[in-house]
């Protein structure tokens, strides 16, 4: 009989120590769960090798090729989307940020965006261009500006910082941004981002008649 329970300790402590052996293992192997912080301003440099990697040679800019820098890195895990991408961005007027966003939504990347709604129509803004592709687009609603700057990547990975996506955030700009895998960090961010999506239907304002003057702004901004 005690041997029995003797074996059943020991069994216990077996899986005890396994699991801190793991544990310990994964903290000396951070690169399972990516985590990585990028700062801004980002060199100037080509990113044309990330939108067409078969023919990396074919741009003929003056920036320079092969160099890595904080814009690209940004780039890199924003098209490594393969199934869903949840953009909550306040401003939204860098190109190249919209480019990768339209190269997704042409593979069949489910791409949902929420923007500010007095910043969507502003001079230079990419958000329009995203509408008129077929991209799902919602405004915040309220008095208060939708200010977050976050994506989450195929519901696994969380981009979010200071950074707003516009070209003087970029290339001017001293802003940061945290890239992790973490998933008590990311799962946050869905249940925002899910919070913002729902709050900001518009049919839940069209058909309200409780909410005329919101009704009458949200038609503008649609």
């Given at each position: 009989m005690w041997s029995v329970k003797?074996?059943?300790?020991?069994?216990v402590a077996l899986?005890?120590?396994?699991?801190?052996l793991v544990r310990f293992l994964r903290r000396l192997r951070p690169g399972r769960i990516l985590n990585e912080v990028l700062f801004f301003p980002s060199?100037?440099?080509?990113?044309?090798h990330l939108f067409s990697p078969s023919s990396p040679r074919s741009c003929l800019c003056s920036l320079p090729h092969g160099v890595e820098t904080s814009f690209s890195r940004l780039l890199r895990h924003i098209l490594s989307?393969?199934?869903?991408?949840?953009l909550c961005v306040f401003a939204f007027s860098n190109m190249d940020l919209c480019r990768a966003i339209l190269a997704l939504?042409?593979?069949?990347?489910?791409?949902?965006?929420?923007?500010d709604k007095d910043y969507a129509a502003i001079t230079g803004s990419q958000i329009g261009i995203l509408r008129k592709s077929g991209i799902c687009v919602r405004c915040g609603v309220g008095s208060v500006y939708m200010h977050h700057k976050f994506v989450v990547v195929d519901h696994r990975l969380l981009v979010t910082g200071s950074l707003n996506w516009t070209l003087t955030a970029v290339q001017s700009n001293m802003e940061?941004?945290?890239?992790t895998e973490e998933p008590q960090l990311v799962q946050p961010f869905i249940k925002e981002f899910h919070r913002l999506w729902v709050h900001s239907d518009p049919a839940r304002y069209l058909h309200?008649?409780?909410?005329?003057?919101?009704?009458?702004?949200?038609r503008r901004e649609l």
């Open positions: 003797v074996v059943g300790l020991g069994v899986s005890l120590s396994l699991e801190l060199d100037l440099a080509c990113v044309e989307a393969t199934s869903s991408l949840d939504h042409s593979k069949g990347v489910i791409i949902r965006v929420v923007t940061n941004i945290l890239i309200s008649s409780d909410q005329k003057p919101a009704q009458s702004e949200l």
